[in-house]
């Protein structure tokens, strides 16, 4: 029978028993999601919450100091949802999430980005893989919902697809060690008391915690059909942003852990380079390396145009795909070349 306990600010109904190592130990969860002037998209976030199948978890939601706060939304779904919310001084998501998972009542901590949307199964699936093969920590893949703005579905695009990213990301089911990212993530209370949680780093943090997590000897997997709908951006510009600071962070990652780094991570700085040499061979009216180009983009194009059934995202896709290799391998390249400098 499931067990009933009480907390200064929530009834939290315990899930079923699952084995573990031949123990048995019952799971409680407990979703953390971080927010910084987002609060219409934490709205659409609790709203997929309360649709869930599966609703033995709590909510917390932990403002990172923000000038638009979410208190009014969050508070509009108490009640309706077992939510806590909290404000605390600006430190970035890493160090927020940590705050979060402090404050938690469960013993499974669920990590999201404030701009996913959950699909109504998403927790069933999750205690439904638990329940078949519990792991220590775990992360699924996210996709573009149908109502999502074309740019927004050519940004997942780029972010996701097999020719952009080789499924790094969790659609290829032949990665021997997935690392899970923080937008869709979830990790034991032990996890997180052993590795200490979230570093302080801006970017890069969800893998940088994974890393330890693998090193520490858990163990981790994909659910693929756990995945989430994830806005990211809105324009090109800070979609380019963000992925310069990705490529930055891994870097520093590759430093901390020297093994971490692989040929994919390679890729968008081979194609900076090389598109700058293609450039100049076309000065010299030698076209083949620029042609070669052309021909991916307009693989990628194809391609998302038949995943999206529409060429203007297509078209975009290819564009976004673009923005994304060369804004990671620029910031990865600036790193590498700002670290000789250093030394």
């Keep these: 029978m499931p067990e009933t306990k009480k907390t200064n600010f929530i009834i939290f109904v315990v899930s079923p028993l699952i084995m573990s190592n031949n123990k048995q130990s019952s799971l409680s969860f407990s979703m953390i999601i971080p927010v910084y002037n987002r609060p219409d998209e934490i709205r ?3 709203s997929s919450l309360l649709r869930q199948s599966y609703t033995d978890f709590e909510v917390i939601v932990v403002e990172d100091g923000s000038s638009v706060l979410a208190e009014k939304v969050t508070r509009d779904f108490m009640g309706k949802l077992r939510v806590k919310y909290f404000y605390k001084e600006n430190s970035g998501p890493g160090l927020t999430r940590n705050y979060g998972m402090k404050k938690a009542s469960g013993n499974y901590f669920i990590i999201l980005d404030s701009d ?19 792991v220590d920590a775990y992360g699924g893949p996210d996709a573009a919902a149908d109502d999502f703005t074309p740019v927004q579905k050519a940004i997942n695009y780029a972010m996701t697809s097999f020719f952009t990213t080789g499924g790094i990301r969790g659609k290829s089911r032949s990665l021997e060690k997935f690392h899970p990212r923080s937008f869709n993530m979830g990790l034991s209370k032990e996890v997180f008391h052993k590795t200490g ?3 302080p780093m801006r970017y890069g943090e969800d893998i940088d915690l994974s890393i330890r997590i693998l090193k520490e000897g858990f163990k981790t997997a994909l659910f693929q059909e756990a995945f989430v709908y994830h806005k990211r951006r ?6 380019f942003r963000q992925v310069k600071h990705s490529g930055e962070a891994r870097v520093a990652l590759w430093k901390k852990y020297p093994d971490s780094l692989k040929p994919v991570h390679l890729f968008p700085s081979l194609f900076a380079i090389g598109l700058i040499f293609s450039l100049l061979m076309a000065v010299f009216k030698i076209y083949l390396p620029l042609f070669l180009y052309l021909l991916y983009f307009l693989i990628l194009f194809f391609h998302a ?3 999206y059934k529409n060429f203007k995202t297509g078209f975009l896709s290819a564009v976004a795909s673009f923005v994304m290799l060369l804004g990671y391998g620029w910031g990865f390249l600036q790193a590498v070349f700002s670290k000789k400098l250093e030394n």
């Design 305 to 307: 145009s038949s995943q």
């Design 116 to 134: 996913t949307v959950l699909p109504e199964n998403y927790m069933q699936t999750v205690v439904n893989r638990l329940q078949q093969n519990y």
């Design 44 to 46: 659409d976030l609790l």
């Design 234 to 239: 809105n324009n090109f510009l800070s979609f």
């Design 197 to 199: 949680g979230f570093s």
